[in-house]
């Protein structure tokens, strides 16, 4: 059963986003614990971002982490934290204790093996166990990628690993990228799809079998609780059977 809420354009389907996003960390926090969130990069979570800024909520009681990050250093201009941190972290006075990002101006290997660590530490994990993210965040390009995971990588078939190194032949990058047992292991997904460029990838990544090696959108998103949807109407034009 797929889960898609259809929105007019693109800013509200970045607030209704980040609304579910709120209220789902905040159920997390009912129990006394912090939560857990992570976020991707690309061009459709900027709004959602700004939102996050001017929402009056106990940040300081989330726990932040990322999807995946460009092998560029943190002020660059390609980097996932950078847009983050200018949409919202900065400006919404986000406590800097709780930001866990990718170490994008290492070398990809090194930074995925250290990211991989931090997970292990911080959700106290035995070998093999997956950390389970209270929310995770991601977005969708036009042909079908999440996280930094393309169409065809091999990587995609990595249930046991945390984070790894990919090298993206189209953009000449490498890039870090949470693997698929993580993104499957996450309490909640929400999806933010937005722009007519995504609307034919969209439609296949909704209505046809599960086949994420060509559609690398469908990781955990078919699984018994399954992702909730975020798109605009350009982006949702050619999946309205879906």
């Not at 994008?104 to 290997?109: H, I, K, S, V, Y």
């Not at 035995?126 to 993210?133: D, L």
Request: one cysteine or more.
């Amino acid at each position: 059963m797929i889960n898609a809420k259809r929105f007019a354009d693109t800013q509200q389907a970045a607030e209704g986003c980040a609304a579910h996003i709120i209220s789902v960390l905040a159920e997390a926090m009912s129990g006394g614990s912090d939560a857990t969130l992570a976020i991707s990069g690309g061009t459709s979570p900027k709004l959602m971002f700004e939102v996050f800024a001017k929402t009056t909520f106990p940040w300081e009681r989330v726990q932040l982490f990322w999807v995946d990050e460009r092998g560029v250093p943190p002020a660059d201009a390609q980097s996932n934290f950078k847009l983050a941190d200018d949409a919202w972290l900065a400006p919404g006075q986000f406590p800097r204790a709780n930001v866990h990002r990718m170490q994008g101006e290492l070398p990809a290997q090194t930074a995925a093996q250290r990211y991989s660590a931090a997970l292990m530490k911080f959700f106290k994990l035995a070998p093999g166990e997956m950390p389970r993210f209270d929310v995770i965040h991601r977005g969708m390009g036009p042909d079908a990628h999440t996280a930094s995971l393309f169409p065809g990588e091999p990587l995609i078939e990595d249930r046991s690993g945390l984070a790894a190194a990919v090298w993206v032949e189209k953009f000449k990058q490498w890039r870090i990228t949470l693997l698929p047992g993580v993104l499957e292991a996450a309490r909640h997904t929400a999806m933010l799809v937005t722009g007519a460029d995504k609307a034919q990838a969209l439609a296949a990544v909704l209505a046809a079998p599960y086949n994420p090696i060509e559609y690398p959108a469908q990781i955990a998103t078919r699984k018994q609780d399954p992702a909730v949807w975020f798109v605009d109407a350009a982006a949702a034009a050619g999946a309205e059977n879906a």
